[in-house]
C-alpha cells in the first residue's frame, strides 16, 4: 500500500512536526512492515526554483515547434532555456531545474547547446518531475503564487512524503487511506475522521437500472447509480492525478479515476459501465461451462463454473471483483455511465484470481476482505467527484441489493488477554481498548464483542487478545525468554530419520526437499493401476496451485520432478534422496468437530480430529541417474543400475539399526518399476519399501534418461533398533575361503547368502557375494555366483580341516535348499 502523508493528514490529525522516524515507528508498532519512508523534495536534486518567462523567440526550421526564452530565476542575468512545450506565455510563473540538478530517474541537468542555441537548465512537467503522467506540457505556476529565484517544491508538489507499507493478508482494511489513518489515530491519540461517514442515499423503490443477483454468497451486496450526460473530454483534476501517481496508478480517464481512487480512499473497489454498451438487464451468477470473457487486459479467458460474472443479454461482460470486460467499459465517447459498488466473497476472488492469474488491485483487497458497509458512500463519493468535474444529471433511483450478514457476538473473558501476553491488563482497559478499534462491548463476565464491519479477521476470543496486545504496544511486553527445561534429546524417530540421511550423504546422496503437492495426472504417469490404493489421494481445499492440488502418497512423484528439474539445468550423473511424509486418507468421512483455543479439547474431539487427518508415515526414497562411479583419467566409470538401488535401501536399514540377517530382497512387480528389475525390500519377512530400475513407460512419461533407478522406504515400519551388544573380538587370524556356486538364475543372492550361514555355523564370521558370472557353459538358465566366506575360532587359531569342514557345510546346506552345486567340482 503506498500513499502520501499529505492525503493521510486528510483523515487523522498528526503532529505538524511528525519525522519519518516517528511515523516508521508508529507503524511497525501497529503491525505493518515499513517498506519505504520517502521525501519528496529529495527526489529532486540540485536547485529547482521558480522562473518568470521574460522573453519567447519562435525557433523554425526543425521537425517540432521549439522555443528560445529567457527566464529570470534570481540571479542577475537571465537564463536561457530552450523549451519545446507551446502551453505557456511571456510572463508566466514556471518551474525551472538549473545546471547541476538531477530529476528522477538520474536524468541530470546540464549546461548544453542545442538547436543552435545555449540552453542552461530545464522549464519542467508535471512528468519529468515525477508528479503525474501528462507530457502535454510544462506546468505553469498561479500568478502570484512566487518570486522568481524561490524554491519552487512546495509550490508543485514536491514538500509531500511518500509511505509504503506492507499489509499482512488479515488486515484488509489497511489497504486504505480510510484504514491507515483510523490505525495512525491510535498511537498519536490524534482525532479520526471516516472519509465513509457521509450522508448517502438508501435504496429507492424503483432501480436506475434492471439488475438481478442470482447468487447472494458469492454477491451479498451490489449497488448501483447512474450519470447521464457527463462531458466526455473532462479530465481529472491534478491532485487526483498526483495521488493516484504517488500510489502507483497511472491517471486513465476521469471515471476510471475516480474509481481507482475511492479504492485508495475508502477501500471499495469499483468498476464503471458505459450504459450506451449494455444490452438488456444485468445479472450476478457463476460463469457456465464453456463461457468465454475478453478481459480490459485484451486476453480471452474460459471461465470456471467457480467464477462470479456480470452478464447482460450478450452474456459475461465482467469477471465480478476482479477485471472488467472489453465490451462494457469506458470509452473516450462514454457520456452515460453505471457505477457498481458490490461486496464479493472473498474466498471467490482469490480462487478466481489465481486461476486467471489476474492480481488485480481490486482482487488484492477482496481476498482480503472488504467492509460490506461501504457501497453507498463510495458511490455518494463517486458521483460528487464525477458531477463536480464532468457535469451530468444524476439518476435519483438508487439500487441497493442487500443480503450481508451481521458479525456475530464473541463472548471474551476480560481476565484472558492477561492471561495469554502476561501483561496485567484491567477490565477497563480491555473494554477501551476494544472500543477504540470500533466493537461494540456490552456486558460484564464475559464481555459481549461485536466487531465492526470492517474487522471481519475478529472471528474468536483470542483474536481479540491480539488486539488488545497490539493496542496496548508490543514495548510494553516484556521480553523474557521462558526457562529451558530438561529433556531427553531427539526422539528415536528423530535420531532414525537423521541417521539414516546422514548416511545416505555419506554414500554420496544429494538432499533435496520437495513441495508435498502432486497433479491428478502423475499416478497415471507412474503407471499405477486403476485399483492401486496410491491413487487415493488428499485434495487440499484451497491448494497453492490448482495445477497440484493433491498431496503426495510417495515421494518418487516430486523427486523424479526434481530429478528432471535438474537434468534440464545441465546435470547428467545424479544421486539423490528425500526423506519426508507422505499422506494417506483416513476413510473417515465425518467433519472434525470445532475446536477452539480457550480449552483443552475433550478425549472424545481429539480422537475424532485424529480420526479424520490423513496418516503421513515418514518415507525415504532415492533416485539415481547417470554414472554411479564418475570416469575420467583413472578410467571408465559405472552407470547406476537397479543393483545401486537395492544397496541404497540396505545402506538405509543398516543406519536404522536392521543386522543384514534381518533384511531380506526378493524380485516383485510393482509401478512404477520395470517388471523384470523390481524388488521388494523387507524387514523381519514383512516388505517396507521397493527399489530397482524404473519402468521405460514411466521414463518416457516423465522424461527422464533410461535406467533411471529408484528406492522407497517406510521408514515409520521399520522395527525399532535392538540393543547391540559388543562383539568380542578375536585376535586369532581368520581362514578365507572361496566358494562359486552353480544355481538356477532365479535363485535370489540373498537367499543362498542365508543358507550359507545357517549351513556355516558359530565359525562363521562373514560372508559376501563378490561376483556373478554367467555364460553358456553352466548350462540354461543357469549362474555363477561367487561368495567370500570368513572363519574365526574366538580361542583358536582355526586347523584348515575345520575350516573346510565349516564351508562344506555351508556348501551342503545352499546344495539341499536349492540344488546348488561348487563350480568346476
Given at each position: ?73 534570481g540571479k542577475d542575468v537571465p537564463q536561457e532555456i530552450v523549451c519545446g512545450a507551446r502551453n505557456f506565455a511571456e510572463g508566466d510563473l514556471v518551474a525551472v531545474i538549473l545546471p547541476g540538478g538531477e530529476l528522477p530517474g538520474g536524468f541530470k541537468i546540464g549546461a548544453r547547446k542545442t538547436y543552435g542555441r545555449n540552453s542552461n ?500 526414497a532415492t533416485v539415481a541417474t547417470g554414472e554411479i562411479e564418475p570416469s575420467g583419467w583413472w578410467g571408465p566409470g559405472r552407470p547406476a543400475t537397479w543393483a545401486d538401488a537395492v544397496e541404497a535401501a540396505r545402506i538405509a ?173
Amino acid at each position: 500500500m503506498k500513499t502520501s502523508l499529505s492525503w493521510l493528514r486528510d483523515y487523522v490529525e498528526l503532529p505538524a512536526d511528525l519525522t519519518a522516524a516517528q511515523l516508521d515507528n508508529a507503524l511497525t508498532e501497529l503491525g505493518m512492515e515499513v517498506e519505504s519512508i520517502v521525501d519528496q523534495a529529495a527526489t529532486v536534486k540540485g536547485d529547482l526554483v521558480v522562473g518568470r518567462v521574460l522573453t519567447i523567440e519562435e525557433l523554425t526550421g526543425f521537425k517540432k515547434p521549439i522555443r528560445f526564452c529567457t527566464v529570470d530565476v534570481g540571479k542577475d542575468v537571465p537564463q536561457e532555456i530552450v523549451c519545446g512545450a507551446r502551453n505557456f506565455a511571456e510572463g508566466d510563473l514556471v518551474a525551472v531545474i538549473l545546471p547541476g540538478g538531477e530529476l528522477p530517474g538520474g536524468f541530470k541537468i546540464g549546461a548544453r547547446k542545442t538547436y543552435g542555441r545555449n540552453s542552461n537548465g530545464m522549464i519542467c512537467s508535471a512528468a519529468e518531475l515525477g508528479l503525474s503522467g501528462d507530457h502535454s506540457g510544462i506546468i505553469v505556476l498561479p500568478a502570484g503564487s512566487g518570486t522568481p529565484g524561490e524554491d519552487a517544491r512546495p509550490l508543485v508538489g514536491l514538500d509531500d512524503v511518500l509511505v509504503e507499507v506492507e499489509i499482512t493478508p488479515d488486515r484488509g482494511y489497511q489497504m486504505s487511506l480510510r484504514g491507515l489513518a483510523r490505525e495512525l489515530s491510535y498511537p498519536f491519540e490524534a482525532a479520526y475522521t471516516d472519509p465513509a461517514h457521509i450522508p448517502a442515499p438508501g435504496a429507492t423503490a424503483s432501480a436506475p437500472y434492471e439488475i438481478k443477483v442470482e447468487d447472494t454468497i458469492g454477491c451479498d451486496r451490489f449497488s448501483a447509480r447512474v450519470v447521464r450526460g457527463i462531458d466526455p473530454n473532462a479530465s481529472s483534476p491534478e491532485w487526483m492525478q498526483r495521488r493516484l501517481l504517488q500510489a502507483g496508478i497511472r491517471a486513465i480517464s476521469l471515471p476510471v479515476d475516480i474509481t481507482n481512487y475511492l479504492m485508495l480512499e475508502l477501500g471499495q473497489p469499483m468498476h464503471v459501465f458505459d450504459l450506451g454498451r449494455l444490452n438488456g438487464p444485468l445479472v450476478v451468477r457463476r460463469a457456465r461451462p464453456g463461457e468465454k470473457l475478453t478481459t480490459l487486459d485484451g486476453v480471452a479467458r474460459v471461465l470456471d463454473a467457480e467464477d462470479m460474472v456480470i452478464c447482460d443479454d450478450t452474456g459475461p461482460i465482467s469477471l465480478a471483483a476482479v477485471m472488467g470486460g472489453e465490451t462494457s467499459e469506458w470509452q473516450p465517447e462514454t457520456v452515460d455511465v453505471l457505477l457498481e459498488a458490490a461486496h464479493w466473497d472473498p474466498i471467490m476472488v482469490g480462487r478466481t484470481a489465481r486461476r486467471h492469474k489476474l492480481f488485480s488491485e481490486a482482487a488484492k483487497r477482496w481476498e482480503r476482505c472488504v467492509d460490506p458497509t461501504l457501497t453507498l458512500p463510495a458511490l455518494e463519493r463517486a458521483v460528487q467527484i464525477l458531477t463536480a468535474h464532468a457535469g451530468g444529471v444524476v439518476d435519483e433511483r438508487v439500487l441497493d441489493l442487500d443480503h450481508v450478514r451481521k458479525p456475530g457476538v464473541i463472548l471474551l473473558d476480560p481476565a484472558l488477554p492477561a492471561q495469554r501476553i502476561g501483561v496485567p491488563y484491567p477490565a477497563e482497559r480491555v473494554v477501551e481498548l476494544l472500543t477504540q478499534v470500533g466493537c461494540t462491548v456490552a456486558g460484564v463476565q464475559p464481555l459481549e464483542v461485536t466487531p465492526p464491519a470492517w474487522r471481519p479477521d475478529l472471528v474468536a476470543p483470542i483474536d481479540l487478545v491480539e488486539e488488545v496486545a497490539r493496542l496496548g504496544g508490543y514495548n510494553d511486553i516484556p521480553s523474557l525468554l521462558p526457562p529451558a527445561r530438561g529433556g531427553t534429546g531427539f526422539s528415536a524417530a528423530q535420531l532414525r530419520r537423521r541417521t539414516v540421511g546422514r548416511a545416505m550423504a555419506e554414500n554420496g546422496y544429494v538432499e533435496v526437499l520437495s513441495y508435498p503437492f502432486v497433479a491428478p495426472g502423475l499416478a497415471d504417469a507412474l503407471g499405477y493401476p486403476e485399483d492401486d490404493p496410491r491413487r487415493s489421494a488428499v485434495r487440499l481445499t484451497n491448494p497453492l496451485s490448482e495445477e497440484e492440488p493433491l498431496l503426495r502418497t510417495s515421494l518418487l512423484g516430486p523427486l523424479l520432478g526434481t530429478l528432471k528439474r535438474n537434468l534440464g539445468r545441465g546435470l547428467r550423473d545424479l544421486a539423490l534422496y528425500e526423506i519426508g511424509s507422505v499422506f494417506l486418507p483416513s476413510g473417515s468421512t465425518t467433519p472434525p468437530p470445532a475446536m477452539g483455543v480457550d480449552r483443552r479439547p475433550s478425549d472424545a474431539d481429539w480422537q475424532a480430529a485424529n480420526a479424520f487427518v490423513p496418516n503421513q508415515p515418514w518415507h525415504l526414497a532415492t533416485v539415481a541417474t547417470g554414472e554411479i562411479e564418475p570416469s575420467g583419467w583413472w578410467g571408465p566409470g559405472r552407470p547406476a543400475t537397479w543393483a545401486d538401488a537395492v544397496e541404497a535401501a540396505r545402506i538405509a536399514l543398516a543406519a536404522a539399526g536392521m543386522a543384514a540377517d534381518r533384511v531380506t530382497v526378493a524380485a516383485t512387480e510393482l509401478a512404477p518399476w520395470h517388471p523384470g528389475r523390481c524388488a521388494a525390500i523387507a524387514v523381519d519377512g514383512v516388505v517396507i519399501g521397493h527399489a530397482g530400475e524404473l519402468h521405460p513407460a514411466v521414463l518416457s512419461a516423465l522424461e527422464l534418461p533410461k535406467r533411471t533407478v529408484a528406492m522407497e522406504l517406510d521408514l515409520t515400519a521399520i522395527p525399532a533398533a535392538p540393543v547391540v551388544q559388543g562383539a568380542r573380538i578375536s585376535s586369532f587370524p581368520p581362514a578365507l575361503i572361496d566358494v562359486a556356486l552353480v544355481l538356477d538364475r532365479a535363485v535370489p543372492a540373498a537367499g543362498v547368502e542365508a543358507a550359507l550361514a545357517a549351513g556355516a555355523g558359530e565359525l562363521l564370521e562373514s560372508v559376501a557375494l563378490f561376483d556373478v558370472y554367467e555364460s553358456d557353459q553352466l548350462g540354461e538358465g543357469k549362474r555363477s555366483l561367487a561368495y567370500k566366506l570368513t572363519f574365526r575360532a574366538p580361542d583358536r587359531t582355526l586347523t584348515s580341516e575345520e575350516a573346510l569342514a565349516a564351508r562344506d557345510a555351508a556348501v551342503a546346506s545352499v546344495s539341499a535348499k536349492f540344488g546348488a552345486t561348487l563350480r568346476g567340482a
